[in-house]
C-alpha cells in the first residue's frame, strides 16, 4: 500500500505542478499580448508603412500574432528611382509576418532555454515566390533578417534583430555590393517608457564599375532613453561613422525632394523652396570620423538639450574642410508646453490634406500653444562653432534668447524686438565670403538656358565682386569689422538698449523714427516765476 501511497502522491504533485504552470502560462499570454499590441500601436504609427490587416490568436500555452504591411508610395515615391531595378518590386509587396509567441514562466523550456520571463517571441516573415527570388539573390540560404523579442515578467524586454552579412556580384555589368551585416539591441521597461538603444553596421560598398562607388564603415548608434517629470524623454543618444567614400565617375542629375523627405520623417509639410536640384559632376567624396551626440536633461519644469556634431575631414576633390566641431545648446524650454505643443501637431490629419491647408494648420496650431515657450525666456547657444577651411578658419560663438516677453508683443513688432536678447563673435576667411556672393550672384542672373539671350557670367562675377570690395573697405573704415591675413572678424550685442557691431552703435529703423518724432516736437518753454503776493 505504501508504493501506490507515494505514487498517487507524486502523481497528485505532479498534476499540480503542470495546473500550476498551466496557470502561470496563460497568465503569462495575458501579458504577453498586453506587450505586444503596445509594440504593434507604434508599428502602426509609422508614416513609412500603411497596416493591410493585423489579427492575434491567443492560446494557453502559445499564441500567434499576424501582420501585414505594405509600403506607403505616396511617401517613397520620389526616391524609388535611386534603387536598383531588381530591388523595385519588393516595394509593391506586401510585407507579413508572423510573431510566433510561446508564453512562460518558463517560455523557451522547448528548446532547452531556461531563462523565465513571460514570454519568447520569434518572427517569421511570409514572402511571395519573386520576393524570396530576389532576396535570395543577396542572402543565398540564409534568412534576410531574424527578430527575437524576450518579454520579462515586469513587462519590459531585449528586443534583438539581426541582417546577416552577404557579397553580391553581378559579372556583366560590373555591379558589387557587400554588406557585412547589421545588429540592433533594445532593451525596454515596461510600455516603453524606458529603453537603450544599440545599433551596429560594420560597413557596406556598392560598386559600379562605369558610375562609381559608395562606402561606408563603422557606424554605431547608441542611446539611453527616460521620462522626465514633464514628460519630455530624457537621455543620451549617439552615432559615429568611421568612414564614408563617394566616387563619381559621370555627371549624375539630381533633384532632392527633401520636403518630401521631412514629411516622411515627421508628417509636417513644408515648402518647395528646400527642394534642390542640379547636377553633381564627376568627383570624390570622403567623410571620416563623424559622430553627433544629443543629451537633454530636466531641471523643475524646464528642459535643457545639448548637441554636438564633429567631423575629423571632409575631402570633396582636391577640397579639404576639417576639422569640424559644432556645439549648440536650447536652454530653459518649458516641458509642459513642448508635451502639449507635439501632441497638438500629432493630432493635426494630414493624408489628403492639401499642403498649403496644412501648412496653416501647422502655423496656427504652434501660435495657439507654443506662447508659453517664449513667455519662460528660452535661449540658444552656439557653445562653439569650428570649420578649417581651405582659404583659412571659420569661427563663431553666440547667443540668443527672449527676455520678458508677454502676449501682448505679437502685436507690437517694435516691442516684440526689444524681447530679443543676442551677441555673437564671427571670424571667417575674406575668401570664402567672396564664393558665398559670387554664388549667390550667378544663381540670381541665371536664366532658362534655351534663352536666346545668356548673361555674361564673368560680368556679373565681377561686379558682385567689386561691390563686395566696397561694401567691406566702407565697414572697415567705419570700424564695423577688422580683417588680419585674410581672416574677417567682428562681434555683435542686441538687447532692448539697442545695436552695436565691433562696439560701434547701430541704429535700428525704429529708432531713427523715434529721433526723428523727438527732434520735431516744439521745445518745452522755461517755467515762469511764480508771481508774488
Not at 500574432?65 to 509593391?92: A, C, I, W
Not at 578649417?388 to 516691442?415: H, Y
Request: aromatic share 10%; proline share 6%; charged share 25%.
Amino acid at each position: 500500500m505504501l508504493p501506490k501511497r507515494r505514487l498517487i502522491i507524486a502523481g497528485a504533485a505532479i498534476g499540480g505542478l503542470f495546473v500550476l504552470y498551466a496557470g502561470s502560462s496563460y497568465w503569462a499570454g495575458v501579458k504577453a499580448e498586453e506587450t505586444l499590441q503596445e509594440q504593434y500601436r507604434m508599428l502602426s504609427g509609422l508614416p513609412l508603412f500603411k497596416v493591410k490587416s493585423h489579427s492575434y490568436q491567443r492560446g494557453w500555452f502559445s499564441s500567434t500574432e499576424t501582420t501585414e504591411l505594405v509600403f506607403n508610395r505616396h511617401l517613397s515615391g520620389p526616391y524609388e528611382n535611386m534603387l536598383p531595378d531588381n530591388m523595385k518590386p519588393l516595394l509593391n509587396s506586401t510585407i507579413k509576418f508572423t510573431n510566433n509567441v510561446k508564453h512562460g514562466p518558463l517560455p523557451g523550456l522547448a528548446g532547452f532555454d531556461f531563462r523565465p520571463g513571460r514570454a519568447l517571441v520569434r518572427t517569421e516573415f511570409a514572402m511571395s515566390d519573386a520576393t524570396r527570388k530576389t532576396l535570395k539573390t543577396f542572402f543565398g540560404d540564409k534568412e534576410p533578417i531574424a527578430i527575437t523579442n524576450r518579454i520579462g515578467f515586469g513587462g519590459g524586454g531585449l528586443l534583438e534583430v539581426a541582417v546577416p552579412a552577404f557579397d553580391y556580384e553581378e559579372a556583366l555589368s560590373g555591379v558589387k555590393m557587400k554588406w557585412k551585416g547589421f545588429d540592433l539591441k533594445v532593451d525596454y521597461a515596461n510600455g516603453y517608457k524606458e529603453y537603450k538603444t544599440e545599433a551596429l553596421s560594420p560597413g557596406f560598398l556598392l560598386e559600379a564599375a562605369s558610375k562609381g562607388s559608395i562606402s561606408f564603415e563603422g557606424v554605431r548608434y547608441v542611446s539611453d532613453m527616460r521620462p522626465g517629470n514633464t514628460g519630455i524623454k530624457l537621455g543620451t543618444s549617439e552615432l559615429t561613422i568611421g568612414n564614408v567614400q563617394l566616387s563619381s565617375r559621370e555627371s549624375v542629375p539630381y533633384s532632392i525632394k527633401l520636403n518630401e523627405l521631412i514629411y516622411l520623417m515627421t508628417r509636417v509639410r513644408v515648402g518647395e523652396f528646400v527642394n534642390p536640384s542640379g547636377e553633381f559632376k564627376p568627383s570624390s567624396v570622403v567623410l571620416k570620423n563623424f559622430s553627433y551626440q544629443i543629451v537633454t536633461s530636466e531641471q523643475d519644469e524646464f528642459v535643457n538639450t545639448r548637441g554636438k556634431v564633429n567631423f575629423a575631414e571632409l575631402s570633396f576633390n582636391a577640397n579639404r574642410y576639417g576639422p569640424l566641431r559644432l556645439d549648440v545648446s536650447a536652454n530653459h524650454l518649458h516641458g509642459p508646453t513642448l508635451v502639449k505643443l507635439d501632441k497638438a501637431i500629432s493630432e493635426i490629419p494630414f493624408e489628403g490634406v492639401d499642403p498649403a491647408v496644412l501648412r496653416k494648420q501647422y502655423v496656427d496650431t504652434i501660435k495657439k500653444n507654443a506662447i508659453p515657450l517664449l513667455e519662460n525666456n528660452p535661449k540658444l547657444l552656439i557653445n562653439e562653432f569650428y570649420l578649417k577651411m581651405p582659404a583659412g578658419e571659420a569661427k563663431l560663438q553666440g547667443s540668443l534668447g527672449i527676455n520678458g516677453f508677454t502676449p501682448a508683443d505679437l502685436n507690437d513688432i517694435t516691442q516684440l524686438a526689444k524681447r530679443i536678447e543676442a551677441d555673437a563673435k564671427l571670424s571667417l576667411p575674406r575668401q570664402t565670403l567672396e564664393e558665398l556672393v559670387l554664388t549667390q550672384a550667378r544663381n540670381l542672373f541665371t536664366v532658362d538656358q534655351s534663352a536666346e539671350e545668356q548673361p555674361n557670367m564673368q560680368e556679373v562675377e565681377d561686379l558682385a565682386r567689386s561691390l563686395l570690395d566696397s561694401q567691406l573697405s566702407q565697414w572697415k573704415s567705419g570700424g564695423y569689422l577688422v580683417e588680419d591675413n585674410g581672416q574677417i572678424s567682428t562681434d555683435l550685442k542686441y538687447d532692448a538698449k539697442g545695436l552695436t557691431i565691433h562696439q560701434q552703435k547701430v541704429p535700428l529703423p525704429w529708432e531713427e523714427h523715434e529721433e526723428t518724432i523727438d527732434a520735431s516736437a516744439p521745445a518745452a518753454e522755461p517755467s515762469k516765476p511764480a508771481a508774488k503776493k
